[in-house]
């Protein structure tokens, strides 16, 4: 497959691996969900991990339709890991409320001042060659399926900021560009927390830890994590890069190809540039690439219904092939007309519109709030007004909330 015709258009969804761009398959996800099994093995490569992400962050279903539809089927209460996990990407969302922009650099100083860290990652990396099998194995499932279990992203931020010493920021960045289920504030606020810029101390793991909980060929004998945790503490609080013991083995194989990413839609995908011509006198809801659920049950009947990629956003934060093609794709199912265009463009072109509305999204604020009326999505867990600096605080607080999720 090409990188000038990525993802060509298929009338089935295999180049999606496990994740169809259907609400289908997400309603199917949480049907599958088994809470007792999540509970026990969530740690593990392997574990039952219920794959929701993907369609969390982009809307096709929300937390609360997550949760009610999980406990329909399995009696859960507050303090389950299912629902706690559920409340750390709320948690994160309440960081990027309080903290706006300010979750793209260090909440606080970590184990050594920001200008001790490279601000590239190293080429052996994005090649998946370092000859560390655990890191080379991650980015190899990344690029292959556009996700990566959670402690898998763990340990690749760990190995990337505290052994290679590159900066928390330019390794959220890239992976962000190749992650299905990217969020700017779970992914960047996560790096954070393993720098130990957003927690109150940094996140290690050695070669123990993954042959604890990953599959064979993930295990790390004789590299450079394979050591005591006092000594990968000593090495993280030490300036410099530290070499991998495999000197010169690439452990997994050969180099692999990282995908393009894409400021601007790649080729196949059915977009338009916005249009005052068929908006003028007519109700807009608008579509965007993280409100992919099923359309409000209150819209008039007559309201024209448009998908909007925003190109402002996209040139900051380019996506890989796959994730274009997934959203377009459900975007297409609930969206007629579909515009990519700059924010300024889009304004102009609905002007003429009796009304605009969309759902609220972080993402898109700075370019949709002035001009668009942004409805609140409704929420799991209740509204947290005071800036919470720790999970275990905002979690304090929202569960002495008379709100019950679910």
Request: net charge neutral.
């Amino acid at each position: 497959m090409s990188d000038n015709q990525p993802l060509a258009q298929h009338s089935d969804f295999s180049d999606f691996a496990d994740f169809a761009p259907t609400l289908e398959a997400a309603l199917a996800r949480i049907a599958a969900v088994r809470p007792a099994d999540y509970a026990r093995s969530r740690n593990a490569i392997e574990g039952a991990v219920s794959q929701l992400s993907p369609y969390i962050t982009h809307g096709f279903v929300s937390l609360s339709e997550v949760l009610a539809g999980v406990a329909a089927r399995h009696p859960l209460d507050r303090q389950h890991k299912f629902v706690f996990e559920l409340g750390w990407r709320a948690y994160f969302r309440h960081v990027w409320l309080h903290r706006g922009s300010g979750i793209l650099t260090s909440l606080h100083e970590g184990l050594l001042p920001d200008q001790q860290y490279a601000t590239v990652v190293p080429a052996d990396l994005r090649q998946g060659c370092t000859g560390v099998n655990v890191i080379d194995q991650a980015v190899r499932t990344l690029y292959a399926t556009g996700t990566l279990h959670n402690h898998a992203r763990m340990w690749l931020a760990s190995y990337l900021v505290h052994i290679r010493k590159v900066h928390w920021r330019a390794g959220a960045d890239w992976l962000y560009g190749h992650l299905l289920d990217g969020d700017l504030a779970s992914n960047h606020l996560s790096w954070q927390w393993v720098a130990g810029t957003g927690s109150n101390k940094p996140y290690l793991f050695n070669a123990d830890n993954v042959a604890r909980y990953a599959p064979t060929a993930w295990h790390s004998p004789g590299s450079v994590i394979d050591t005591s945790y006092e000594e990968l503490d000593r090495m993280a609080r030490q300036p410099g890069r530290h070499a991998d013991r495999v000197d010169g083995q690439h452990a997994t194989g050969s180099v692999c190809s990282e995908p393009t990413l894409y400021a601007a839609p790649p080729t196949g995908l059915a977009l338009t540039a916005p249009s005052a011509e068929i908006v003028k006198g007519r109700d807009v809801w608008l579509v965007h690439p993280w409100s992919l659920g099923a359309l409000p049950s209150n819209l008039p009947a007559d309201t024209l219904v448009i998908g909007v990629f925003v190109a402002d956003f996209h040139r900051d934060w380019p996506w890989n092939a796959r994730r274009w093609h997934f959203v377009h794709r459900r975007m297409a199912e609930i969206a007629n007309v579909r515009w990519h265009g700059e924010a300024a463009a889009l304004s102009a072109a609905l002007q003429s519109a009796r009304s605009v509305r969309c759902l609220e999204e972080p993402h898109l604020a700075p370019w949709l709030n002035p001009w668009v009326q942004c409805e609140v999505a409704p929420t799991l867990f209740a509204a947290v007004e005071q800036r919470c600096d720790s999970f275990s605080q905002w979690w304090t607080r929202v569960s002495r909330d008379k709100k019950k999720p679910g």
